[in-house]
């Protein structure tokens, strides 16, 4: 089983950047789609960006778009999310998740399974006004 590990979370002020990366235990990210998402306590999890295997295809949910940009990482095993702009409304809890039923577009996030086998731990952003 792929291990995930989120960094680069913390404390920003509104309008401020973070950069967050997903980074995985085996070299398994060049196969797999990867999704971001984020989630705050007593609401549903929210889908933000994901990424296709090969990097040519992404997706971002309508409130980050032109704001978040998700990419492949200097190494095959990483993937980024970087985050601009940022709004008291980014303040979550955000995870990263790969699968091989996980498949993302340009229309975005595609499902063939419900229970993903990697989850990261997550990484809290918090935006201050």
């Known amino acids: 089983q792929v291990q995930l590990v989120e960094s680069g979370g913390g404390l920003v002020q509104s309008g401020g950047s973070l950069r967050l990366s997903c980074t995985a235990s085996?070299?398994?990210?060049?196969?797999?789609?990867v999704g971001w998402f984020r989630q705050v306590p007593g609401k549903e999890r929210e889908e933000v960006a994901c990424?296709?295997?090969?990097?040519?295809?992404?997706y971002y949910e309508e409130s980050v778009k032109g704001r978040f940009t998700i990419a492949k990482g200097s190494s095959k095993n990483t993937v980024l999310l970087e985050m601009s702009n940022l709004k008291g409304d980014d303040t979550a809890t955000y995870y990263c998740?790969?699968?091989?039923?996980?498949?993302?577009?340009?229309?975005?996030?595609?499902?063939?399974?419900?229970?993903?086998?990697?989850w990261g731990q997550g990484a809290q952003v918090t935006v201050s006004s």
């Open positions: 990424i296709s295997p090969n990097a040519e295809d992404t």
């Open positions: 085996a070299f398994t990210l060049d196969s797999h789609a």
């Open positions: 998740a790969t699968d091989s039923g996980l498949m993302c577009s340009s229309r975005g996030f595609h499902y063939t399974k419900t229970e993903f086998a990697s």
